[in-house]
């Protein structure tokens, strides 16, 4: 909220600086800058994105189109931006808003789910018992894949979020005049003209095709172990019916 509001502002919904913000579950559309529609917005509870921000249902949470504002002030009394990008107000600072919302909103709620399924389980074994639910070892299976795929929306919301930003810039140190607040990088500078398009289209090929050969073998992996089970070594006992001390010994 503090380093990168935009991007909190999109996974927010929040399209203006509003006091006691609402949580949005869901939203179809993206904030405007201007007096345009507004996005549809489905089950807002009031005051939960302030309380998560600022830890007060009361705090007014800063919203998209306000942030652009305040954002093209500052750079614009940035000599050091203006004359590498000129006039801040040419350019759209918001990230793509469909892909941050959603990706925050799944991120967690993947995360969610395992948490409610590892609670579940940590019941269902309490005091040594062994959980006889078959739901429970079907949604443990099928949850194998889910803390990847979670990662994957973290990662998604992290780098979609920054946009249109490689460095996002330190709105507090532009406001407080510190030589830090010009530390900035946009995507557009970020590309080098000095890598043609074969060698970046072979390195994403390579890429692609390690981590996929990774991929399978891990795959396999699971499978064959899971269709095995648990090996259990067969007990050997003496006539008496008791292990003798040379078994015992090491066995342990």
Not at 29 to 57: K, T, Y
Not at 119 to 136: D, E, H, I, K, N
Not at 144 to 161: N, Q, R
Not at 211 to 222: A, E, F, K, S, T
Request: aromatic residues 12%; glycine residues 10%.
């Amino acid at each position: 909220v503090e380093v990168q509001p935009m991007k909190m502002a999109a996974a927010e919904g929040i399209c203006v600086d509003t006091e006691g913000a609402a949580f949005t579950v869901a939203q179809f559309g993206s904030c405007p800058l201007g007096d345009d529609s507004q996005p549809l917005q489905i089950v807002r509870v009031p005051g939960v994105a302030s309380f998560m921000s600022h830890n007060s249902f009361t705090a007014t949470s800063e919203g998209v189109a306000d942030i652009q504002d305040r954002m093209v002030a500052l750079l614009n009394a940035d000599p050091n931006f203006t004359a590498k990008y000129g006039d801040a107000s040419a350019y759209d600072f918001r990230p793509p808003q469909m892909a941050v919302f959603w990706s925050f909103r799944l991120m967690i709620g993947l995360g969610l789910a395992a948490f409610v399924l590892a609670a579940w389980g940590l019941w269902a074994t309490r005091r040594g018992r062994a959980p006889g639910s078959v739901w429970l070892s079907r949604l443990a299976l099928a949850n194998i894949p889910l803390p990847f795929v979670a990662a994957s929306f973290g990662w998604i919301f992290t780098e979609m979020g920054r946009q249109p930003w490689v460095v996002a810039p330190n709105l507090g140190a532009l406001s407080s005049g510190s030589p830090l607040g010009s530390v900035a990088l946009m995507t557009q500078m970020g590309v080098s003209p000095n890598v043609p398009a074969w060698q970046t289209l072979i390195t994403l090929i390579l890429f692609t095709v390690l981590y996929g050969v990774l991929g399978v073998i891990w795959y396999l992996l699971m499978k064959r172990y899971a269709l095995e089970g648990i090996r259990t070594a067969p007990t050997r006992a003496t006539a008496a019916g008791a292990e003798s001390a040379a078994d015992l010994a090491f066995g342990y």
